[in-house]
């Protein structure tokens, strides 16, 4: 989806109060694999990538570039074979088999980080 084709002010109400802010690649300038659009968000919310947690489902886009900014990754992986099984022994990418999933796995990043 374009970002002409995006209604984010739509997108924003019906997300709302889960998600806080968007960050299409027509208004920050990067798009991802990008790491500078990762570092946009976090400079965005003051924050460092290696607070950050990537939800996503393109291994390219989501796990190489979140991976290369810092932020931990969740990949959505719809029962496909992880492409690149290395990149699992750092700890920075977490598997899901659907968003369920991947919600479990951000409540445990979320409650372990607190401790």
Known sequence: ??????????????????????????????????????????TAHQTSTAHMVHIGDDWGCDVIGARTAGVTAIWVSNGRPVPEPERLNDGGVLVAADLTAASQHFAELATWRQS
């Open 1 to 42: 989806m374009s970002c002409l084709e995006a209604d984010t002010r739509r997108l924003r109400t019906l997300l709302h109060p889960w998600v806080v802010d968007q960050f299409p690649s027509c208004r920050i300038g990067y798009a991802k694999p990008d790491p500078a659009a990762f570092h946009c968000v976090a």
